[in-house]
């Protein structure tokens, strides 16, 4: 795992998507039927994203829920893994396969 902490979904909602294209809070809140309070939450970093609103968020912009929840889940992830420290070194395998037995091909949606 990297030192960098990924981007978090709030920066690139913000600045991908929010800014560059004149969107105000309101205007996305109303677009996914949700409160500005809970877009102004999750712009200003104090709300993690679920997956209901990764759904209205890849339906308001024209993206794909898969698109939020993965931004999601490696911030999640990276955070986790600097939280766990020394205990995730010295966790253990307890199965002989290699990681790559276990890839399932996710279907594109």
């Known amino acids: 795992m990297t030192d960098r902490r990924p981007s978090t979904p709030s920066e690139i909602l913000r600045e991908e998507f929010l800014t560059p294209n004149n969107i105000t809070q309101d205007e996305l809140a109303k677009a996914m039927g949700v409160s500005r309070f809970r877009v102004n939450e999750i712009i200003n970093g104090r709300r993690a994203l679920t997956s209901e609103t990764a759904v209205l968020l890849g339906k308001a912009l024209g993206t794909s829920a898969r698109f ?42």
């Open 68 to 109: 939020w929840m993965n931004l999601q889940v490696a911030v999640d992830l990276f955070d986790a893994d600097r939280k766990l420290g020394d205990a995730v070194a010295s966790a253990h395998c307890l199965l002989a396969a290699s990681p790559s037995d276990f890839v399932v091909e996710m279907p594109l949606t």
